[in-house]
């Protein structure tokens, strides 16, 4: 989407809009309608993604020591559909909303993380976040969704680390035995997104996984080939 400054963002308890596109929630769905161009090659992107929560979740948690980052996921497990008029493709399937929230630019206390999330054959839902600090010991995250609205830990296992990837970015995934790349959905210079299949809480699963390297993200190289991808409107 397009980084748009104050002047073109309006928003309400159940309404967000920025530009020409908007997010809106009706007390079942949260409906995010799309009216965008990509860059740099233009082409009209219009259509509405739905998400239908199976249930919600009031849960935060800090994501650094001092408590300045924060991270709850608002629907764990979710329904969503895909209706997109400009090109025309539909399609649902299981999907997930999260929230991160912070008072300081990401890059003050992070250096890299490694997310992941996996429908387990109970209903429930594990999210671990592996976190790397600048400064001080690593953070891991590894909490369980529960169809009831129970938030729980769990133990996770050992770090696997993965084949980097074309931009050799390195990845790691918490894993009780190998990991297959399913899918590589998008690989950046400094992010990455896959499908992968790997072994959790006894179960074999398939997770939805990122990394973020965040020297990456904030080196100058980067930051001026980011407009290409993203485009901004003061």
């Known amino acids: ?22 997010l809106s929630w009706d007390g079942v769905a949260l409906h995010i309608d799309i009216d965008e161009v990509t860059v740099p090659i233009p082409r009209k992107i219009k259509g509405r993604v739905s998400v239908y929560p199976d249930r919600l979740f009031n849960f935060s948690t800090p994501l650094d020591p001092l408590g300045r980052h924060h991270w709850g996921p608002l629907a764990p497990s979710a329904r969503v559909e895909v209706k997109l ?19 300081e630019p ?29 400064q001080g010991a690593d953070q891991l995250l590894a909490l369980k969704f529960h169809p009831d609205g129970q938030v729980t830990s769990f133990d996770a296992p050992s770090r696997i680390t993965m ?57 100058p190289v980067v930051q001026g ?9 003061p």
């Open 225 to 233: 080939m980011l407009p290409w991808r993203m485009p901004r409107r």
């Open 85 to 103: 008029n400009q090109p025309s493709q539909n399609w649902q399937g299981h999907g997930y909303l999260d929230s991160n929230e912070g008072v």
């Open 1 to 22: 989407m397009t980084e748009r400054g104050e002047r073109h963002v309006e928003r309400s308890s159940e309404h967000f809009k920025i530009g020409p596109s908007q």
């Open 163 to 219: 084949k980097k990837t074309a931009w050799w970015l390195p990845r790691r995934m918490r894993s009780e035995s190998s990991v297959n790349v399913a899918a590589q959905l998008e690989d950046t210079p400094f992010y990455q997104r896959a499908i992968l299949e790997s072994q959790l809480l006894g179960e074999t699963v398939t997770s939805f996984h990122e990394t973020l390297n965040v020297p990456r993200l904030v080196s």
């Open 106 to 134: 990401i890059e003050v206390p992070f250096k890299e993380w490694d997310w992941s999330r996996s429908l387990l054959g109970d209903g429930s839902v594990a999210v671990m976040y592996d976190v790397q600090y600048k």
